[in-house]
């Protein structure tokens, strides 16, 4: 696929079904709670990625951060989902939150390490935790 554009905005209602549906399709066996903000990267009418915000805790946690594997280039929609995500927390007054990596993501762990400058401050059983400031 050679897209015409991605846009980068605030999901909608319909949105979330199909987010819940990429995300199972990327091989997650559990699924996900999707809270304000969830930004999505719209491809020509596709969602081909979404960062969302989980409301299971008492603090700001973003995640799931999710983009269709068989795009050419998935880490660059990845990158413009932080960014977008960022803004709009920006946008809100919100000048920090808290994100994880499972640990069995190594890979990303490296990548997302490398080009944030982040260290974990904790981890647990299953994943690494960052704090991130705006």
């Known amino acids: 696929m050679i897209p015409s554009g991605t846009t980068y905005r605030l999901a909608e209602g319909p949105d979330f079904a199909v987010c819940h549906k990429l995300f199972k399709s990327q091989g997650h066996e559990r699924d996900a709670r999707y809270a304000f ?15 969302s915000t989980n409301d299971a805790q008492e603090y700001i946690t973003a995640g799931p951060l999710e983009v269709d594997k068989s795009l050419d280039n998935p880490l660059i929609v990845a990158i413009r ?14 000048n920090s939150y808290l994100f994880s990596v499972d640990k069995d993501n190594e890979q990303w762990k490296d990548i997302m390490e490398r080009a944030t400058g982040l260290e974990s401050y904790a981890e647990d059983e299953t ?6 400031e705006l």
């Open 127 to 132: 994943r690494y935790w960052y704090r991130k």
């Open 37 to 51: 903000p969830t930004v999505v990267a719209d491809r020509d009418g596709d969602i081909v990625g979404f960062y």
């Open 81 to 94: 989902l932080v960014d977008a995500y960022d803004n709009v927390m920006r946008s809100v007054g919100i």
